[in-house]
């Protein structure tokens, strides 16, 4: 019998984020006509935003960096089969140690990457002497839609509270108090967050429903459906994901 599969590996999902293939379209298209010729991805997980950047600015390299191995070979096979190998190199490892300046910066659902529980505002400080004169910063980070009830913060990660983050209109603060100006301000919507959440544990739940004996099944179940609770009963209509194109 096979082992289940690791909740949240994305292996059905193309981004490690509510981003639909519409948005991440015209992302691309915004970010590349500034013509990057350097792109670091901070948190890149398998990189497949800073992939598209590359293949619509033929003259761009990048960087992606990120702890998580699988995420590094998923990340080379696919720019392998995209003929960009040669552009981009995947680096497994945390990000202080792989900082370099760029000219477009990427740094989606990642702004924990310099580790020991940091907030927003210091991640986005520490970014700003990374982007090059006349760049720019993708920063996709989450903040509170609403004040959450305390139900609804009991339904969530055990130490979440409302300081966890902060409102859009906080968020977008803590980016000027850094140096930076927004471009653009969006979010994402609730069938993108619907399509991330179902993509995340899909391939998990389809193991569960072809190995409903397996001696894992009944701890695989318990992960996923824990999972499901904090998102169903926790954060969804509470916890927003916004875009902030950041120059």
């Not at 059905?12 to 293939?21: Q, V």
């Not at 130490?159 to 209109?169: E, H, R």
């Amino acid at each position: 019998m096979t082992n289940p599969p690791s909740l949240g590996t994305g292996t059905k999902l193309d981004f490690h984020a509510p981003l639909s293939a519409e948005r991440a379209d015209r992302l691309t298209a915004d970010l590349a006509a500034a013509k990057p010729s350097t792109v670091l991805d901070l948190g890149c997980g398998w990189g497949r935003l800073l992939l598209r950047v590359l293949e619509a600015v033929p003259e761009a390299h990048g960087t992606g960096v990120d702890i998580h191995g699988p995420d590094m070979v998923r990340g080379r096979a696919d720019a392998t089969a995209r003929g960009l190998s040669d552009r981009v190199t995947f680096v497994e490892g945390r990000a202080e140690e792989h900082l370099g300046a760029a000219d477009l910066v990427l740094n989606v659902g990642a702004w924990h990457v310099f580790g020991a529980v940091p907030s927003t505002s210091q991640t986005l400080r520490a970014l700003r002497p990374l982007v090059n004169p006349g760049g720019r910063l993708l920063f996709a980070a989450e903040f509170w839609e609403r004040a959450p009830t305390a139900d609804e913060l009991a339904g969530m990660w055990p130490d979440t509270s409302v300081d966890s983050c902060t409102d859009l209109a906080g968020l977008v603060d803590q980016a000027t108090a850094a140096g930076f100006r927004p471009l653009r301000i969006e979010t994402a919507s609730q069938g993108e967050w619907e399509e991330f959440e179902s993509g995340y544990a899909a391939d998990v739940e389809e193991w569960l429903a072809a190995n409903p004996g397996h001696p894992e099944a009944e701890a695989t179940r318990a992960k996923v459906d824990r999972h499901r609770s904090y998102w169903l009963r926790g954060y969804r209509n509470v916890w927003g994901f916004a875009y902030l194109t950041l120059g």
